[in-house]
């Protein structure tokens, strides 16, 4: 669990009144909204996913409302219970399908309660079924149309939202990659081989130890040499010999009747 409050006597009571609750494992502490958000991604990505944030409402920059807002957009959020001295946004909290509403100073029955719903919440949610290696809704928010889903970037301090249909391809950073789309490129602290495995549902083929492309983003394919490369966005991107066998086929696979086909080259 994951508590968030810019106040740091405050956030010390939370994280110490939450270890002391024998329910609870692992309890970590942030002091801004914007590092929260971070942490659930970060915690999704090695997937040990948050079941609860304990968010303080009024907080410089990103707030705890806006937050909320946004880990609305993901495809299993943590459970939200609100810890604030503010009596007057409950309403707006439970819009946003809080589990609790807890006024300062926090008193250890109060929050016992909050803990009760939480675990209620967590029962209820239905368990995987199965181990498979998570698909591509478990890192970013599901809708019936994968190219809606959306990615969160932090640019400056400010939290914006790429589509994954507007990646045309993906470069490998280290431990980093950067999302390249057609209004730019936005870094993400994700190892390119945790989104070759969650974005192959969404039509994401790796190419290249270094790039992973969107298949429905390549206006051409290119052999040069016996050379494999492909053309997307006015980029050219080789593909290895490794992935080459993989990329044509996919190429066959996804055209289609009456859809314009990707140019092929010798």
Known sequence: MLAVD???PALEDLVHLLRDDPRIGKVDGVTDATKAL???HHALEIDEPLDALFL????P??????????????????????????????????????????????RPERLAD??????????????????EAPKVADLVNPTTDAGDETIPVELGGVVKFVRL???????????????????????VRIPISILERRWAPAGFVRIHRSHLVAVKHIEE????????????????????????????????RNARPGSEPVRHQQ
């Open 6 to 8: 810019d106040e740091a």
């Open 165 to 187: 249909g507007d990646v045309r391809y993906v470069e490998a950073q280290g431990d980093y990659t950067r999302l390249h789309t057609a209004a730019g490129g936005f870094l």
């Open 221 to 252: 394919l290119r052999v040069d040499a016996g050379q494999m490369s492909v053309r997307i966005g006015g980029e050219t991107l080789t593909v290895s010999r490794r992935h080459a066998r993989q990329v044509r086929e996919l190429l066959v």
């Open 38 to 40: 971070r942490f659930v």
């Open 56 to 59: 303080d409402l009024r907080m």
């Open 61 to 106: 920059g990103l707030n705890g409302l806006d937050l909320a807002r946004v880990l609305t957009r993901f495809a299993d959020p943590p459970a939200i219970v609100f810890v604030t001295a503010y009596d007057n946004h409950a309403v707006e909290a439970f819009d946003l399908k809080a589990v609790d509403y807890i006024l300062k100073p926090v």
């Open 114 to 131: 909050a803990v009760d719903r939480v675990m209620e919440r967590l029962a209820k949610t239905p368990a995987p079924a199965s181990a």
